[in-house]
C-alpha cells in the first residue's frame, strides 16, 4: 500500500506542477481557475477512489 501511495501522491504532484506552468503560461484568471479547480477536483476524486479501494480490500 505504501509504494501505491507513494507514486499517487507523485503524480499528483508532477500533474499540479504541469497544470501550474499551464496556467502561468497562459495567464488569464478564468482559465486558472477552471485549471485549478480541475485539479483539485481530481486529486479529491482519486483519493477518495483510493480510500474506498483500501477499504474495500480491508473488508474482504
Known amino acids: 500500500y505504501s509504494s501505491l501511495h507513494h507514486c499517487n501522491l507523485h503524480q499528483c504532484t508532477l500533474c499540479n506542477y504541469t497544470l501550474h506552468l499551464f496556467t502561468l503560461r497562459h495567464r488569464t484568471l478564468y482559465q486558472s481557475i477552471l485549471v485549478h479547480t480541475t485539479a483539485i477536483y481530481t486529486n ?5 477512489s483510493l480510500y474506498i479501494t483500501e477499504l474495500y480490500a480491508s473488508l474482504f
Open 44 to 48: 479529491v476524486l482519486s483519493a477518495t
